[in-house]
């Protein structure tokens, strides 16, 4: 029963591809987190969805894109990867209300070759 | 804006030893924190948060920490550290309510 899961695990991928990661919660939470962690383990934000709406996005490149098809499901796709964008990615959920934590999911380790 | 500064990037202890993990925000109005731990290839757990009322928090695994607003800071410590507690520890701080954000974090290896 795993609370914030994520898919895939690890992502082994060519620059200039294509690829999409997906996260889906069950904790009935109404907003989900895309955060993005480098190689010092520093934990940068990138994406919001607060019931399906976009309500936090970060100066990241245009090549990431966030989908939420309902407030359980909040995907991340990018195009073009770069070898810039190796790293873990984490999906998070919670409630918005004030003093609620996330939920991290397991991450994805991205790595581009 | 608010920020969070994790006073020790690494820190290495003997099993059995006190540990302190060193906190300090920075926010103009009032903050909630919060404690994270991240084993090895995992995502990040609560380990226990400060919303209001006493200053000293306990969380799981043994773990408190203590919120003191004069010196800003919110401490993490813990009486006696098993090796199973090697992690990184993430200090967060929330104030407008949609986002934590987080510290560099602090690299703890217990050894025996």
């Known amino acids: 029963d795993t609370a914030v899961s994520q898919t895939p695990k690890y992502l082994v991928t060519q620059m200039g591809n294509d690829k999409s990661i997906k996260c889906e919660q069950n904790?009935?939470?109404?907003?989900m987190y895309w955060y993005k962690q480098d190689s010092k383990k520093f934990l940068k934000i990138m994406f919001s969805?607060?019931?399906?709406?976009?309500?936090i996005n970060e100066t990241v490149p245009n090549r990431f894109s966030p989908k939420s098809p309902d407030k359980a499901h909040l995907n991340l796709h990018i195009n073009s990867l770069e070898l810039g964008d190796s790293a873990v990615y984490f999906c998070?959920?919670?409630?918005?209300?004030?003093?609620?934590?996330?939920?991290f999911g397991s991450g994805t380790r991205l790595t581009v070759v | 804006a608010q920020s969070v500064t994790q006073l020790d990037s690494q820190v290495p202890v003997f099993e059995e030893a006190p540990v302190e993990l060193r906190c300090n925000y920075s926010?103009?109005?009032?903050?909630?924190l919060f404690w994270y731990v991240q084993y090895p290839n995992q995502g990040l757990q609560l380990l226990l948060k400060?919303?209001?009322?006493?200053?000293l928090v306990k969380g799981i695994n043994g773990f408190e920490a203590e919120f003191n607003k004069s010196q800003t800071s919110f401490h993490l410590r813990k009486p006696s550290v098993h090796i199973s507690d090697t992690a990184e520890y993430f200090c967060?701080?929330?104030?407008?309510?949609?986002?934590?954000?987080f510290g560099e974090g602090t690299q703890l290896t217990v050894n025996p």
């Open positions: 998070a959920s919670r409630n918005l209300v004030r003093g609620y934590g996330y939920t």
């Open positions: 904790l009935g939470h109404d907003t």
């Open positions: 969805y607060n019931n399906k709406e976009l309500i």
């Open positions: 926010s103009s109005v009032s903050v909630y």
């Open positions: 400060y919303l209001s009322g006493s200053t």
């Open positions: 967060a701080v929330e104030t407008s309510g949609s986002r934590l954000t």
